[in-house]
Structures are given as C-alpha cells and as structure tokens.
C-alpha cells in the first residue's frame, strides 16, 4: 500500500518546511479552519490542517488534535516563536504560497488518487 | 510516578493536577492542556475519553487567559471519570445564557484576529463534556466545572 506523506505532499505542492517531520507521517485527510475552537474540536488525528494563523496558539492545537502537520497558507509564514515552540513541541509546520482553497483542493484530489490506488 | 491502565487507579485512588495562569499567557493554557492531554494516555484512558477532555481542558485554559486576569485550572481524574474546575479572578461573565449561545463573545479585537473569540468556547465544553456548571459574580470572577463520564465496562 502506497501512504501519501507530509514529504509527498510538500515536494508535490512546491510547501516550505518550517519544522520537519521526525518520522514519514502518514496523511489520511485534511481540515481547513481559522477560529482554533472550530479545529480543536474537529481536526482529527492524521489529517493535515490548513490555516491562515501564524501565532504560536496553532502549535498547541497541532499538538492537542494530533494533526499530521499545519500548513500555513496564502504566502504567509509563522512566527519565529511559532517556529521554535513548534520545534520543542515537535510539531510539523509547513507554507504555501497558494490560497486556501485551491491547496485544499490540489491535496483533496492526491488523497483520491491514493484511495483510488489503494481501493481499486 | 508510573501508571499501567486506569484500572490501575482503583475505586478510590485519584491523580489531581494544577495550573496557574495569568490572563494573556496562552502559552502555558497551551501547555496545561497538552499535558492533561499526556498524563490521561498514559493513565490509559480511551482515545475519546481524552479527545473530549482535552478539548474542554483547552477551551476552559484559553477562556481563562483571554478573559481573566488570573486563574487556575484543576482537573481531578478517576478511573470513572474525569473533573475540571477552572477558577479565575476577572470580569465575570454578566450574561451566561448569552455566553453559553454560540457566536456570542465579548473578545476583543485582537484576540479575534488570533482565531479566539468565536464564541465558541463554552458551546464546545458543553458538546464535550458530560455535564457543566458555571458559577460567577461581575467584577470577582468565574467559576466553571465540567465533567467527563467513563462508561463501564
């Protein structure tokens, strides 16, 4: 079975890498929101979150919902404090420079491809 | 101090936690939950029994320090189940039903622009806990309990 990864996903979407995965972490979905209680109560483990938030609250949130990585969209990068709690945290963070809604829909379409794969 | 299952707690046996904050210091509310969040894995409580806990351990630490000027979050875990308390000197809350309806906030600006003050923090303890009560005075403070339940068996 072929696992799409945090590494598919940034060589095949051109994404930054502002911590690095200590591990191959598997992706198995994704959730898309800005107000952290939203995404605190429906990110789920595994799946890679977009948001256009760079302050280091998303580090606990990543850390607390046990997403696969943060991909922070639309150009913008975290915080240098982000970046070190992130690193402390182990936290996988990651920029694109592509708006929210077509990342979204470029990972959308790679995790159907997989399932394709790997359902037949 | 190890721990091998929840089990392990017995009938009577109980951890208690405790957590200062001071208003705007989200990066021990943070931390307070992460670690609530560790100690109940390795306790051995199950996946959605901490999700939930986690979740309102989270929302009631961040209503503390964008909202108080000081508080305390205390969480008392048995094998049953689990207890929060969050105490904080600050404003209190001049209308719970409001507070409680979602979308409602007093947040300002600022904390809106880091993704808080959705109102939604305690529609989210009151989805994820079993149980809630919130006990406060304008101008002293606020007094929030809620409560996971560990089904038998």
Known sequence: MRQLTLNDLAEKLQLDFHTYPLEAKEVTGGYVGDLLSDVMAHARDGQVWLTIQVHENIVAVALLTNVAGVIITGGRKPLPETVKRAREEGVVILSSKLPTFTLGGKIYRLLEERNALVHG | ?153
């Not at chain 2, 670690?35 to 503390?64: D, H, S, W």
């Not at chain 2, 320090?65 to 207890?83: S, W």
């Not at chain 2, 149980?131 to 038998?152: D, H, N, P, S």
Request: proline share 3%; hydrophobic share 40%; net charge neutral.
């Open chain 2, 1 to 153: 101090m190890k721990i091998y299952g929840r089990q392990c707690l017995g009938k009577k046996a109980f951890l208690e936690l405790e957590y200062q904050m001071e208003g705007r210091d989200f990066s021990v509310a943070g931390t307070a939950a992460s670690q609530i969040k560790k100690m109940l894995t390795e306790v051995g409580f199950e996946p959605e029994i901490i999700r939930r806990t986690t979740v309102v351990a989270y929302e009631a630490a961040m209503n503390i320090v964008i909202h108080a000027f000081r508080g305390r979050l205390l969480v008392h875990i048995e094998a049953d189940g689990i207890g929060l308390t969050a105490v904080d000197e600050g404003p209190g809350i001049a209308d719970v039903a409001m507070a409680m309806q979602e979308g409602y906030s007093t947040a300002s600006p600022s904390i809106r622009e880091m993704g808080f003050g959705a109102g939604m923090g305690l529609p989210n303890i009151k989805r994820h806990a079993d149980g809630m009560a919130i006990e406060t005075r304008v101008g002293e403070g606020t007094t929030l309990k809620a409560w996971i339940i560990c089904k038998k068996g």
